[in-house]
């Protein structure tokens, strides 16, 4: 749990694992105003395996604006298969637009009028005191920007640091790499997050992380590491 201040467009990402044999949905994360028990946003993996995110403004315990990932049953992916996903949930207050990301592309998309604005309580892999996560999670991070994919695309396999240019909108950074005692450190400014419950660390979380990425798309290469010791890729296809 921590706190941090909300702009009128935001995005909400992070690294998540569940496991194949859940009955219920797991929480990612919850957003609610400072010192109420209403929620504003919830990302979450359902029971069935499809994903949602809900905008809420005022906060409550109903109403807003759910977007969901198709559901398995009609074709659509069902993400309880305890492999390593990107999830990353976007409100453009310009346009009024939910998106809902994975994996880096976009997948869903929804509208809602008001933006939230205000600092909020962050609950992260729990409700607050309810419904566990029954999985992993990795490299949470909180913008005061509605990114695009491309921008998603570009950053969701690095850390970033307080002096990378990425880091302009950055609110709010968990890597999750103390390994031990009850906090999570916040990279990107005084946020840090108290332990609930009893999550444990993990040695090595396998989501797909590390210093640098790059992006190649049809057509074109790319390249990572200091000159004379790349790692390069070209003539991809899509």
Known sequence: TASAPIGASYTLETWFRTPGNNSAPQVLAVWRPEGSG??????????????????RVPAGGSGGTDVFTPAPSSGGTDYNDDQWHHVAAAYDDATDTMTLYVDGSAVA???ADDPIG???DVVLGSLGSARWLNGAMDQTRLWNTALTEVEIRERMHRTIAPEDAASGDLIASYR??????????????????????????TAFSGARLGQESAVATSGSGA???PEGGQLSAAAVSA
């Open 109 to 111: 998309t929804g509208t």
């Open 223 to 225: 390249s990572v590491g």
């Open 176 to 201: 999750f790499d103390a390994g031990t005692g009850t906090t999570a450190y916040d990279y990107a400014g005084p946020n840090p997050a108290t332990f609930q419950g009893d999550p444990q660390w």
């Open 38 to 55: 209403g929620d504003h946003v919830i990302l979450s993996v359902r029971d069935d395996g499809s994903l949602r995110f809900l905008h």
């Open 118 to 120: 205000a600092d909020v």
